[in-house]
């Protein structure tokens, strides 16, 4: 009976989620990277306890859905990269935030 | 899914990631440390600059050198604005300075308490930020600091005396705990070459 009370128009939104920012691992760098300034590249590793490989191939993906600036430079002689959620990332979190709300609420009505 | 990122927790987590080396009680013990000397007598200002550059440079290098090469280098959120970089970075230290220096001239029956509802008042936005357990006893520990300062008083000592007693006491448990955190913290994130070595 519940499944009638659910609003086709209200779930509309779950077909336009962002699924660049859908996919867990993204969400969560996302998710860090939204409420620093930057953070490098060993930080996220630590917090977000993905591979070295499987964090470099989810930020590659994010850069080029245009949420994130990836810099490389050297500090004393080390090499670090640098990364920083843009403010198209920034927004484009934010309306997915909204938009699973919206899902979320309409769902558990 | 989404509603269960939360984050204020994931804020949180990254304070704390930086926040558990035991650093920072380490500079605030020195700073506090340092800063007594002047309570004891007002010849040693330089003391004041000295405590002071424990939290602006010591801390800041210390990081670089021993937190950031083991849980990797996070840029927090700076101030919003030029206005508020001006407040916060320079009216309020300048004001808290001010304060403690009228209370020493004005009201110095009243120096140890003072200091440490000051102290408290600048640890508890940390605590609010961290959530960390140890950052909320630490405001505890600096209103009891000032009550015990105060009882220093009433048992005849100088306000000066009573308050510097105050700091070296508070340094006394800051310095070993940062210490104890610190030596947990090297447990728990062994050096990059160290971990490369036992892997190898």
């Given at each position: 009976m519940a499944k009638d009370e659910i609003n086709g128009e ?10 660049v920012i859908h996919e867990p691992a993204r969400l969560l ?81 | ?112 308490v003072c200091t440490g509802v000051l102290l408290a008042g ?79």
């Amino acid at each position: 009976m519940a499944k009638d009370e659910i609003n086709g128009e209200d779930l509309k939104p779950l077909t336009q989620i962002d699924r660049v920012i859908h996919e867990p691992a993204r969400l969560l760098i996302l998710a860090y990277l939204s409420v620093v300034e930057s953070a490098d590249f060993l930080f996220l590793m630590n917090q977000t306890a993905l591979t070295r490989g499987n964090l470099s191939s989810h930020l590659s993906k994010l850069e080029a859905a245009g949420y994130i600036e990836i810099k490389k430079e050297f500090v004393e002689k080390i090499p670090r990269t640098l990364l920083r959620l843009n403010e198209e990332g920034r927004k484009a979190f934010q309306e997915y935030q909204s938009d699973m709300k919206q899902v979320l609420d309409s769902l558990s009505q | 899914m989404i509603s269960s990122v939360d984050m204020m927790k994931v804020e949180r987590e990254i304070h704390l990631a930086v926040r558990r080396d035991g650093l920072s009680d380490i500079c605030s013990g020195l700073m506090l440390g340092c800063m007594a000397l002047f309570f004891l007598d007002f010849k040693y200002a330089g003391a004041l600059i000295v405590g002071c550059s424990m939290q602006t440079i010591i801390l800041p290098t210390c990081r670089r050198m021993i937190t950031y090469p083991r849980v990797g280098y996070v840029k927090f959120r700076g101030r919003a604005n030029m206005r508020q970089l001006i407040v916060w970075d320079f009216v309020v230290p300048l004001a808290v300075v001010g304060l403690i220096i009228c209370v020493g001239i004005w009201m110095r029956w009243l120096l140890p308490v003072c200091t440490g509802v000051l102290l408290a008042g600048l640890a508890l936005p940390g605590a609010r930020i961290t959530g960390y357990v140890l950052d909320y006893v630490l405001v505890g520990l600096f209103l009891l600091s000032g009550a015990a300062g105060q009882l220093m008083i009433w048992l005849g000592y100088a306000p000066g005396t009573a308050t510097a007693f105050q700091f070296w006491a508070l340094a006394a448990v800051l310095i070993p705990a940062g210490l104890a955190e610190l030596i947990g913290f090297f447990h728990e994130h062994p050096s990059p070459a160290q971990e490369t070595h036992g892997k190898g």
